[in-house]
């Protein structure tokens, strides 16, 4: 290999990098605009966010996206399990303690906790 093309290779290598940084920032930006790049994302009515932004809640999905240089391609990837879910779609096994989970989000989001479903107060301490 001769010089020229060491440095070619160099200013490609350069300019990739450049780019995975600049695209970084735009996943990361994504997050901000609720949408993929100009793509808006589908809205979800929820009681324990109002307002709240779409798949951020503790922005541990944001934070965990990566960019890496693989020969002259980026990739971009997340090594968090629900990330493809988000992403791709799929099945989600919904155990007896996710539901407690949830139940417990939502009647704390609701203040629910210690109301009948007609709203009146109970009578038993729980």
């Keep these: 290999m001769n010089d020229t093309d060491k440095a070619i290779r160099s200013i490609i290598r350069k300019i990739i990098s450049d780019i995975k940084v600049w695209l ?11 949408a993929f790049f100009s793509q808006s994302w589908a809205r979800r009515k929820s009681p324990t966010r109002p307002g709240g932004h779409m798949l951020v809640d503790t922005g541990a999905l944001r ?3 990566r960019g890496e240089i ?3 391609s980026i990739v971009f990837f997340s090594d968090l399990p629900y990330a493809s879910i988000h992403n791709e779609g799929g099945e989600i096994k919904v155990t007896a303690r996710m ?10 989001a609701t203040g629910s906790f210690g109301r009948r ?5 109970r009578q038993d301490k729980k």
Excluded at 24 to 34: H, T, Y
Excluded at 100 to 108: I, L, N, V
């Design 117 to 121: 479903k007609d709203g009146t107060l």
């Design 63 to 65: 934070r965990s996206v």
């Design 24 to 34: 970084g920032d735009e996943f990361d930006q994504n997050f901000e605009r609720q």
């Design 70 to 72: 693989r020969e002259s």
């Design 99 to 108: 539901k407690r989970f949830f139940w417990y989000k939502y009647y704390s």
